[in-house]
């Protein structure tokens, strides 16, 4: 166990609705990253957050935000999805260092599926 | 979106055996991370490299930043069943802003056969 909790686990839905998933980070991590996991793009590094700010943005599409909150966990939200977005959604958390990837612990992701 | 070469694809090997990979870049990077996922799990942090001809090892895990900063192998020596997974290599371009950003290899699905 990471120590870093997505939820839901599953999600399951339809083509131009919108999501929210959710990830509660180790405690005292203050970096929260977004990937996205697919057949044919593999893993994709989506965003950052530190201590509440955007720290860095990966291939996200404009469709897609996502945000931090005081209590440090993090949102990412889909809208307008299509069927290409399905895809399994991770989120790291690493302790202080606001500028590395390295030492980020992964969740068990959400596996979404648009249909 | 952007990944890296990884290599090979995939790899079926015997128990006991050595297994090497390798991810090649374009572009130079001033991080190298190696990472494994089990199915249904997250990726977890292997080793990480952080300075060009840096060899470091973790128990049967040995890794190296090429010294053009474009590439990294993986070593497993030794390879037991629960080696099994995908390995995935992952290149940070720098530190800080649009650079702290990083890009995955294509990865590598390890079998290990008993």
């Known amino acids: 166990d990471s120590g870093v909790t997505q939820t839901p686990k599953h999600l399951i839905t339809a083509t131009g609705q919108r999501v929210t998933l959710r990830c509660s980070p180790r405690s005292g991590d203050l970096s929260v990253y977004w990937y996205q996991q697919s057949l044919d793009q593999g893993l994709q590094f989506l965003i950052q957050y530190y201590n509440g700010e955007e720290r860095a943005k990966g291939n996200i599409l404009e469709r897609f935000s996502a945000q931090q909150f005081p209590d440090l966990h993090s949102e990412l939200n889909l809208s307008s999805l299509e069927l290409g977005d399905s895809a399994l959604y991770f989120c790291?958390?690493?302790?202080?260092?606001?500028?590395?990837?390295?030492?980020?612990?992964f969740g068990q992701g959400t596996r979404l599926t648009v249909v | 979106g952007q990944q890296l070469n990884q290599s090979p694809q995939s790899m079926f090997i015997q128990e006991g055996e050595d297994v090497s990979m390798n991810c090649t870049s374009s572009s130079i990077f001033n991080t190298w991370l190696w990472y494994k996922q089990d199915p249904g799990e997250g990726p977890v942090l292997l080793i990480a490299l952080y300075k060009a001809g840096e060899l470091t090892s973790n128990g049967r895990l040995t890794a190296q930043f090429g010294i053009t900063r474009k590439d990294s192998f993986l070593n497993i020596s030794a390879s037991i069943p629960s080696d099994v997974g995908i390995y995935f290599c992952?290149?940070?371009?720098?530190?800080?802003?649009?650079?702290?950003?990083?890009?995955f290899g294509t990865g590598t699905l390890l079998a290990v056969q008993p």
């Open positions: 790291a958390s690493s302790a202080n260092r606001a500028t590395a990837h390295t030492e980020a612990f």
């Open positions: 992952a290149g940070q371009l720098g530190y800080g802003g649009a650079t702290n950003k990083l890009i």
